[in-house]
């Protein structure tokens, strides 16, 4: 039985890393965002590859790195969640009128997903730092119309590639939206995911 992919996505402050970690905690298996991979690599080899400098370059590493982890998920995993996945790549390519290429959109097309997860955007207070506690370099306004940006793709793309997508509410502690999360895909697929 091929393991079921369940994408976590979202705007910034999404709280993303947070489900993913307590996601972790109860056991499943998780993808790791690429893209806090890249800035993480870039920073340590004083490279200057980051959304800000080269966002085209920057979301050619990424994609490929997304393609490469989601391609090493092992057989033997029933259900996989996915911090973000390529469609992210595009989306945010396409959110800042950058080009995407064809071979892109034959792969995303390919690609496959069970359920999509957007997660809702956390109030302002929570907006300061990240989850690293690492200060964000855009405003609160930027981060939300990112998070509009993003929604959009996804349900324009959720209609064209017949993928469930379902909208996460802002619940917290984190550990009562990730039971909500488990109680939507138990509704959905009992047993099943």
């Avoid at 920073?43 to 590493?61: A, D, L, M, S, V």
């Avoid at 995407?100 to 955007?121: A, G, N, P």
Wanted: glycine content about 4%.
């Amino acid at each position: 039985m091929p393991t079921k992919k369940i994408v976590i996505t979202g705007g910034p402050c999404s709280g993303k890393s947070a489900v993913k970690w307590e996601l972790q905690l109860r056991g499943y298996y998780v993808v790791y965002e690429a893209a806090l991979a890249i800035i993480g690599s870039q920073k340590y080899e004083k490279g200057n590859i980051f959304p800000t400098t080269h966002p085209e370059e920057f979301q050619r590493e990424v994609y490929w790195l997304q393609i490469l982890w989601e391609d090493e998920i092992p057989k033997n995993v029933k259900i996989a969640y996915l911090d973000r996945c390529i469609y992210d790549s595009i989306a945010y390519l396409k959110s800042k009128n950058l080009p995407v290429s064809k071979e892109w959109e034959e792969e995303m097309k390919k690609r496959h997903y069970d359920i999509i997860l957007f997660l809702e955007m956390l109030p302002k207070e929570y907006w300061v730092k990240t989850e690293t506690g690492k200060p964000r370099f855009k405003t609160y306004e930027e981060g939300a119309e990112d998070t509009r940006n993003i929604k959009e793709f996804y349900e324009r793309l959720s209609h064209t590639l017949d993928i469930e997508l379902i909208h996460i509410p802002v619940i917290i502690p984190v550990k009562k939206r990730v039971d909500f999360i488990e109680e939507c895909l138990e509704s959905i697929a009992p047993s099943g995911i």
